[in-house]
């Protein structure tokens, strides 16, 4: 593997930690399956979000021109994957501030790897 894959697997594997220990104390704490679902949406979207940032980032080429337009359409798309998603679970009637903790756990673990790797 390389180094990609293998700090994508860590960063993955932290965040699905996290997000499972936050959605255990949400069911037991609110007792309400939407909150958890909502947490485990708001995940879900983080995940799939960084997944297109890797694959952009090595899909990008050495033209400096074309790089920039590829980045932008791949945020331009990146950004309505997300705000559709949340529409979505708001219109479910999802917690808007549970789908925002998941995303959030996905993140935690971003900096979770960065401060362990941080020596490098």
């Not at 936050?22 to 979000?49: P, R, Y």
């Not at 890797?54 to 400096?64: C, I, Q």
């Not at 501030?97 to 959030?104: E, S, V």
């Amino acid at each position: 593997m390389n180094e990609i894959q293998v700090m994508s697997k860590k960063i993955i594997e932290w965040s699905v930690f996290f997000t499972a220990g936050v959605s255990i104390l949400a069911g037991i704490f609110f007792q309400d399956i939407k909150v958890v679902l909502g947490i485990i949406l708001g995940q879900v979207i983080a995940l799939v979000g960084y997944l297109m940032i890797v694959r952009m980032a090595l899909s990008l080429g050495t033209d400096e021109k074309a790089g920039k337009s590829q980045g932008m359409t791949g945020y331009l798309v990146r950004y309505l994957l997300y705000a559709c998603f949340f529409g979505f679970g708001a219109y479910t009637g999802l917690s808007v501030i549970a789908l925002l903790i998941g995303f959030l756990c996905h993140k935690a673990s971003i900096l979770l790897y960065a401060y362990q790797q941080r020596k490098d």
